[in-house]
């Protein structure tokens, strides 16, 4: 599964804060929760390998903005210097103000 190829690559970031889907309650900042938005097959009448294009949001949190870019492109660089096939798509800035925490939402195509 691309998944768990994604949390393999993002082992390192964030001290090992990496969930699916969502953290746990308290967790220790920062973190990153990574995401599928959509999976599809790339479908061949040929008998070629088949290849599926799926997007995975992945959500960079901490306590100052300035801390979640950094994160951000700590993310970057360990999904490039992996076997990951991928584009990046987009990069939106937010901040979750119940929790008081700065996010920066990186949006991947991944074809594996």
């Given at each position: 599964m691309?998944q768990?190829?994604?949390f393999a690559?993002?082992?390192?970031v964030?001290?090992?804060?990496?969930?699916?889907?969502?953290?746990?309650?308290?967790?220790?900042k920062?973190?990153?929760v990574?995401?599928?938005?959509?999976?599809a097959?790339?479908?061949?009448?040929?008998?070629?390998?088949?290849v599926?294009?799926?997007?995975l949001?992945?959500d960079?949190?901490?306590?100052?903005?300035a801390?979640?870019?950094?994160l951000?492109?700590t993310?970057?660089?360990?999904?490039?210097?992996s076997?990951?096939?991928?584009v990046?798509?987009?990069?939106?800035d937010q901040?979750e103000p119940?929790?008081?925490?700065?996010?920066?939402?990186?949006d991947?195509?991944?074809?594996?």
């Amino acid at each position: 599964m691309i998944q768990q190829d994604l949390f393999a690559a993002l082992a390192g970031v964030a001290g090992g804060r990496v969930f699916p889907n969502v953290a746990p309650n308290n967790v220790q900042k920062p973190y990153v929760v990574y995401a599928r938005v959509s999976s599809a097959p790339e479908n061949t009448l040929a008998d070629g390998a088949p290849v599926e294009n799926t997007r995975l949001q992945v959500d960079c949190f901490d306590t100052t903005y300035a801390a979640a870019l950094a994160l951000a492109e700590t993310v970057k660089a360990a999904i490039k210097s992996s076997a990951i096939t991928h584009v990046l798509l987009l990069e939106q800035d937010q901040f979750e103000p119940e929790a008081l925490l700065h996010r920066v939402i990186l949006d991947f195509s991944i074809w594996h």
